[in-house]
């Protein structure tokens, strides 16, 4: 096979790895109202079964530096795959929320590996376009959430069981997971680095600590809206939950389409601009979000809370790759050990405001930590220039 079928075979693989991927971060968020009601749950319960995942997937992250060093990117991915499937057949045979948070554990021990590894994959891939690949391959990611929560949504409001969704999710998991092992075959890359020299090489820059903490923002706030969309839209609009998941979706839309928009201006403008436009319009937003009171006037701010959002992820490796002279695959692994605590705490912490107050003000911390990004880059590019 020929280096560049494979290269493209690959490249398919992994629009489907962070399809499926995505689909984790919002099935729950989706099964959210009825499983509480089953398993008794509070809005603090709920998003900690979010922090599970995200604290299993910084274990897998800090051990993947090393697999990937030994067996391979494209293998070790193909493995959180099916992990991911198995977790969620055994997510939906639960029959209380121990199983649950187990089931969950499966999935974040798979995710960890595709978070971990797929865009490392994708820089090696494509080093001389990683910014513009970056953000088409994680526009994938968005693409699921919108697929998944509209899906759900319809489940739920056709009077199906929560249950069904992780089923169906489960089925597409293993075709996804056949898909990207077919589609990889014959492709050969040589394994990273993983020394205690390179791991030094990150973790003396100062630049890596700044970032990181650009990271953990910008995780936390595209988590705001992924897991608490759905909820916020039918307990304060009174809705079924085909509109919680029309709303979400409407996030999810403003998210894929910011970033294959932004995979097109990272060719000809400077990426850290990018991320700092897009933190002042995150906090324009969080603000509107705050005092609107209309449902369709709420989608359109979720739309526009996807746009703003959308760069953060792949845009902030993508800068701190370009911009470092280190490893690129132990750089990713240990950004995202910063970008998955910010995805996980946020769930819990909103729900902890909403249980204590409502999740209207819990959306509060939008406009803050879209200031204290916007902040951090600002800090980061006078120090480059100095």
């Known amino acids: ?19 499926l991927y995505a689909s984790t971060a919002v099935a729950t968020p989706m099964a959210l109202l009825p499983m509480a009601q089953e398993f008794s749950l509070s809005f603090t319960g709920g998003g900690s079964i979010e922090t599970a995942r995200s604290l299993l997937i910084v274990v897998m992250l800090l051990y993947s530096g090393y697999a990937a060093s030994r067996w391979g990117k494209i293998r070790l991915i193909s493995l959180g795959m099916l992990m991911v499937t198995l977790g969620l057949f055994s997510y939906a045979l639960s029959t209380g929320y121990v199983m649950v948070l187990a089931a969950m554990g499966c999935i974040g021990l798979g995710g960890g590996l595709v978070e ?19 953000n088409h391959v994680n526009a994938f990611f968005s693409l699921g959430v919108f697929a998944t929560v509209l899906i759900a949504g319809e489940i739920l409001t056709a009077g199906f069981s929560w249950r069904f969704i992780f089923v ?75 509109a919680g998941g029309v709303g979400t979706a409407c996030f999810a839309g403003g998210m894929a389409a910011g970033r294959l928009w932004v995979s097109k201006l990272a060719r000809t403008i400077d990426i850290s601009g990018i991320i700092m436009r897009s933190a002042l319009l995150g906090c324009i937003v969080g603000i509107t979000a705050y005092l609107v009171t209309g449902l369709w006037v709420f989608f359109l701010i979720l739309f526009t809370a996807g746009l703003s959002v959308a760069c953060y992820w792949p845009s902030i490796q993508a800068y701190a790759a370009s911009t470092m002279k280190v490893d690129s695959t132990l750089l990713f692994i240990y950004l995202s050990c910063f970008g998955i605590p910010g995805f996980g705490i946020t769930p819990v912490i909103m729900g902890a405001v909403g249980d204590r107050w409502d999740l209207q003000r819990a959306f509060l911390i939008v406009p803050v930590f879209s200031l204290l990004l916007l902040a951090v880059i600002a800090y980061d590019r006078r120090h480059m220039k100095s």
Not at 1 to 19: E, I, L, N, P
Not at 206 to 218: E, K, P, T, V
């Open 116 to 134: 971990a590894l797929v865009n490392p994959l994708v820089q090696d891939l494509h080093p001389d376009d990683a910014p513009s690949r970056l």
């Open 168 to 242: 169906l999710l489960g089925i597409i998991g293993l075709v996804f997971t056949l898909v990207f092992s077919f589609s990889s075959r014959g492709l050969v890359l040589s394994k990273s680095s993983h020394s205690a020299y390179h791991i030094g090489q990150i973790l003396k820059n100062r630049r890596f600590w700044i970032l990181g903490a650009a990271m953990f923002l910008g995780g936390a706030l595209e988590s705001a809206f992924t897991f608490w969309s759905a909820s916020y839209v039918q307990v304060y609009f009174d809705v079924l939950p085909r």
């Open 1 to 19: 096979m020929k280096r560049s079928t494979a290269v493209k075979g690959t490249d398919f693989g992994t629009y489907g790895a962070f399809f």
